[in-house]
């Protein structure tokens, strides 16, 4: 079965995960919430076969979990993992129905192609992969449909930037800082400091009790006679916190999606009218 | 809105931005310090300190943003940090503390290094030892709800 220029590589490494990036370029013009679907199989697909070789006991937890997972694990880097819950997110949209402009397939059907290479080295261990520049399938000739293009990937930029700024705000470090040299200096100055505590009898905090803490059962720390209630308050008080960002976030992406359904639904009216002024 | 209003309302949104810049920096610098201090950097104390910050101590994502810029943070040293978080006011430095032993956690033991962080900070803060105590208890609790994962792939 013939798949494409940008996939066909993949059948000497994963004839599933090759055959339905190959699928989803197909859609990617026609299609666009069936592009996004087979993308997602695909990522979901890629994520199994990587966790059954790190974690087997999550292999039946769901994507965003064995995504989580194999990021602390180190196995994915940032920016693959941006790439493939890109896909997951935007799957999942498609799935419940929401209304995809075509630049939106053809962005995730790009990350698709750049996890692809790393991907079969990952899983052929010491294949030599050279991965071609990526070509978009052959454009649509219609000016009204290239506007629509160029408004559709100018969302898609918006929303890439927007979402890795909330990324990297969430991160300990910044892209733009070298981490190995930031740890070395602080793990040094943190020695240096210690000597001269210890050399001038600085006190230390009860580190038995903060052992016992990690030590102890969450249900018996909230019914501790001297910490129980105000650790419940605590808590109450840090998930109403954490429940408010969390739906920040959900916020932000619904945004997303409405916008990307008002530019799609758009295209399909300005579809229907052309059809119906034919008729 | 007239010239001067709209100058006003500028200056003071530009005054609050910059005080959580500024709280955003002693945050990932106190967090920074934990983190690495055991000699490793797991991805689950690199995310957590995020989660902290935006949802806990409630910094917008400009601040968190603008702190890591390398112009920002790459000349304050742990001293800086101390100096800092000497001058929060208490309820701040407790949030502090809190979240510094929430990624003290995260590997489920304390490096001689990591207790050293935890008792400077503490003293810094001005904590007796039951206060201290308390934000070890708030910081167990609140880990568990941020990072119920983490315990999985532990075990």
Known sequence: MTMSRNFDFMENYDRRVGRLAGQAERYVYSDPESCLFKLRLMVETMARTLIELQAPHLVDADLSTMLRSLERSQILTRAHADQMHAIRRDGNSAVHGDPTPGPTAMRRLHDAHR???WYCRTVKRGAKVKLQAFEPPERIADQKKKDYWKKGEALEESIEQQR??????????SDKENVDKIASTLVDELKGWDELAIEAGEPMI???????????????????????VPSKEAHAIAEAQYDAFRHELEAKEASFREQRRQLAIGEQRTGEQAGSGNE | MPALDWLHSWTMESEALKSQ???????FLAARTMAVADGNLPKVKETVAGLYARSILELPEEACVAAK???????????DCLASVRSLPRALGEKIMTGVMMIAYANRAMHPLEVRWASMLASAIGLEE????????DARVIATMMNPSAEDEIS
């Open chain 1, 164 to 173: 890795q700024r909330t990324r990297e705000a969430l991160m300990l470090f």
């Open chain 2, 69 to 79: 810029n390398p112009e920002n943070i790459s000349s304050l040293r742990i001293e």
């Open chain 2, 130 to 137: 039951n206060d201290f105590q308390r934000c070890c208890v």
């Open chain 1, 206 to 228: 009860d580190a038995e009790f903060v052992a016992l803490v990690m030590a102890m059962d969450i249900e018996k720390l909230l019914e501790h006679p001297r910490f129980g």
């Open chain 1, 115 to 117: 996890l692809s290479g």
């Open chain 2, 21 to 27: 810049v500024q709280l955003a920096t002693i945050w």
